[in-house]
């Protein structure tokens, strides 16, 4: 598949679209540290909420458990979380205020520029394990220009299962490769290419830790193009 | 439910959005009056295919057909119509084209302006039968601001199913009566209702024909709000 027959780009959210750790640290600081007055470790915090997200969502994966929105895993992982924190006396509204930070997110600096650039030649749609009302309120106070939410709670199932990104390049109404998975996880874009996907890898060199990160530093041999940032993938998709 | 206590519009697209009838009509005029020197009445034309499309969508509601999308009944009530106005010899990227004249309809004149004021204050979302394909190429063509296109293909049910309201609110992370209903349709906030969201009538006098309309001339009393356009529906909102 050349890069010309691309007809339309779908996001990874996470980490691709926006910087999930500095925001999830910085609501918790608030919430928690200046609200509460409580001294922790808010980016280990979120390194351990966040490293929550997979076993959740295998256990729906693998038919254990029926198909339950992002939203309703966080919340129980974050009691986890609060536990391993040894923080208590939240009231409800305050634990869901606080699991809604993943509603609030900031994007990358180069993140809403980038999309503006690529909408212009491409519909650009989100493909991420958020459910619907997350990406919504992320996009609307972000500024993000999706022109769909897709993802796993449409296709109800959530990525890496083929059916995520099928259902995404079907609800667009292109065939798979012409249906581009734009993500800074290797992992995620070699799903995206055994369902017949196309594939752009975006680097995000400090989603995990300030400095050093290790992975996904380069980006996997089998992406059709490779970019330091979603304007930098503008440039090479010709927009 | 007080208005004060919506949080989410979604809206029916065809007729309460976009003029599907004179659009149709244009398209027909253009590729098969202006482009192959045929005289019919296009308006009839449109007409004649839309009228199709509730029985269409009845073989998927009744369960008698599994689901499929709009795009597909589209082609075959199209392949009805051509042969209702004896239209032969069309290539199948012609039909194609024509039938994707559903993705190209022209909003009412306060359309954009008014989703953009209520958008200020609400999350919009489509909850049209129409696809997700058709949704997005009508708005990117037209500037529609949608915050999500949700409906009959996210939901597997055509309206004026229950699932297919309930599922948008439901995406939406609202409750019920919290999603408000846009519609030209009295049955369609009937259904709406019933399923317990929240109606908005907005009367499009001119839908189904250039004068004299009796269809949907004023709203069924049950409604929560009554508008005279998209502007008009944002002022009555305090947009």
């Known amino acids: 598949m050349a890069l010309e027959d691309v007809k339309a780009l779908t996001f990874d959210v996470f980490g691709t679209v926006v910087d999930w750790r500095r925001s999830i640290a910085r ?14 470790d808010w980016n280990a915090f979120a390194l351990s909420w966040r490293n929550r997200y997979q076993p959740a969502m295998e256990r729906v994966r693998s038919g254990n458990r029926g198909f339950v929105k992002l939203d309703v895993l966080h919340r129980e992982n974050l009691l986890e979380v609060l536990e391993e924190f040894e923080i208590d006396g939240l009231t409800e509204a ?4 606080l699991n809604f930070a993943w509603h609030r997110l900031d994007p990358w600096p180069d993140t809403v520029a980038g999309m503006t650039r690529l909408r212009t030649n491409y519909p650009l749609a989100s493909l991420s394990n958020g459910n619907v009302a997350l990406i919504v309120n992320m996009a609307r106070r972000a500024g993000l220009p999706w022109d769909a939410v897709l993802g796993a709670e449409v296709a109800r199932a959530y990525k890496p299962m083929p059916e995520a990104y099928l259902s995404a390049a079907d609800m667009l109404g292109v065939a798979p490769a012409e249906c581009m998975l734009v993500a800074a996880h290797n992992d995620d874009l070699k799903a995206a290419k055994v369902a017949g996907l196309s594939a752009a890898f975006v680097c995000r060199p400090t989603e995990v830790a300030d400095e050093d990160q290790t992975k996904d530093r380069e980006p996997w041999e089998g992406v059709d193009v490779a970019a330091t940032s979603f304007e930098d993938l503008a440039d090479k998709l010709g927009c």
């Not at 609501?27 to 922790?40: N, S, Y």
């Not at 305050?94 to 205020?97: A, G, L, V, Y």
């Open 27 to 40: 609501e918790a600081a608030a919430l928690l540290g200046a609200g509460k007055g409580l001294e922790r």
């Open 94 to 97: 305050e634990i869901d205020h």
